[in-house]
């Protein structure tokens, strides 16, 4: 089941978090580069499928 911990994870991960450092919080650097990474690739894939 997806949850908001999960999204907050995967985006995190996007902006490059370490999976393997659970201990460390998740910083709002980390979220920002990961919300735009997401953002380019979402923009990326809507003007890929656009006809």
């Known amino acids: 089941m997806l949850t908001v ?19 460390t919080p998740i910083g709002i650097g980390v979220l920002w580069r990961g919300w735009l990474k997401l ?8 003007l890929a499928t656009e006809t």
């Open 5 to 23: 911990a999960w999204a907050v994870e995967a985006i995190a991960r996007l902006g490059g978090y370490l999976e393997h450092r659970r201990n």
């Open 39 to 46: 953002y380019d690739k979402s923009e990326g894939w809507q």
